[in-house]
Each structure stands twice: as structure tokens, then as C-alpha cells.
Nanobody, 126 residues
Framework: QVQLVESGGGLVQAGGSLRLSCAAS????????MGWFRQAPGKEREFVSQ????????YYADSVKGRFTISRDNAKNTVYLQMNSLKPEDTAVYYC???????????????????WGQGTQITVSS
């Protein structure tokens, strides 16, 4: 079993940048497809980005494409989400998630992920 802890959240002005980190413990991160999701107040949790085990396949939601970049450092057991040109509509709790058993060549449905972090709040002011 893997434990996930997100960090890097906070308050930022529109147009600013933040980098989220998701640190894994308990298992080697290279065994997992990793995803980022977010949940805004009053809305359902939605997909943001996914990266395959080796980083060779990456997916983004249309709403963040060109602004967010997902990456992973398996040696550090950490996944990152670099967020640039932030908008007020990016305000949400951001979660990282891990899937064990697949390689990430296709985008996984949210309910396929096995492990979730506790989330970190991002607030973008206008």
C-alpha cells in the first residue's frame, strides 16, 4: 500500500504560478500511474492530469492544457504539478492519486485509482 501526501498549495493571484508535490511512501512510485484531480466547492471532483509509470504518456484536461505540466521523479518518489497562468476557476482542493496494476497508456477513469492523498487547497484570487 502506498501513502500519498500533497503539498505546495496556497493562495495566489490570477496569472501566478504554483507547484504542487505529491510525495509517496510505503511503496516505490514507479509501480504506479499517477493522477491529479481537483474539487471545487459545490462541484464534483474532476480530472486534471495523468502521467504513466515511466512518464511516457501524459494526459491533461482541456481546461488546463498549455498551463499545467505534470512530471514525476521516481527516484524521489514524487509527482509534481506545475501550474502557470492560474485563473480563479482553478480554485479547488487538489488531490493526487495512484493506480497500481496499469501502465497508464490510456487515461484512467477516476474510480480506477486505488490510493488518494488528503488534498491541498489552491485559491486563486482575481
Amino acid at each position: 500500500q502506498v501513502q500519498l501526501v500533497e503539498s505546495g498549495g496556497g493562495l495566489v493571484q490570477a496569472g501566478g504560478s504554483l507547484r504542487l508535490s505529491c510525495a509517496a511512501s510505503g511503496r516505490t512510485l514507479s509501480n504506479y500511474v499517477m493522477g491529479w484531480f481537483r474539487q471545487a466547492p459545490g462541484k464534483e471532483r474532476e480530472f486534471v492530469s495523468q502521467i504513466s509509470r515511466t512518464g511516457g504518456s501524459i494526459y491533461y484536461a482541456d481546461s488546463v492544457k498549455g498551463r499545467f505540466t505534470i512530471s514525476r521523479d521516481n527516484a524521489k518518489n514524487t509527482v509534481y504539478l506545475q501550474m502557470n497562468s492560474l485563473k480563479p476557476e482553478d480554485t479547488a482542493v487538489y488531490y493526487c492519486a495512484a493506480d497500481e496494476g496499469r501502465n497508464g497508456a490510456i487515461r484512467l477513469p477516476q474510480n480506477e485509482y486505488d490510493y488518494w492523498g488528503q488534498g491541498t487547497q489552491i485559491t486563486v484570487s482575481s
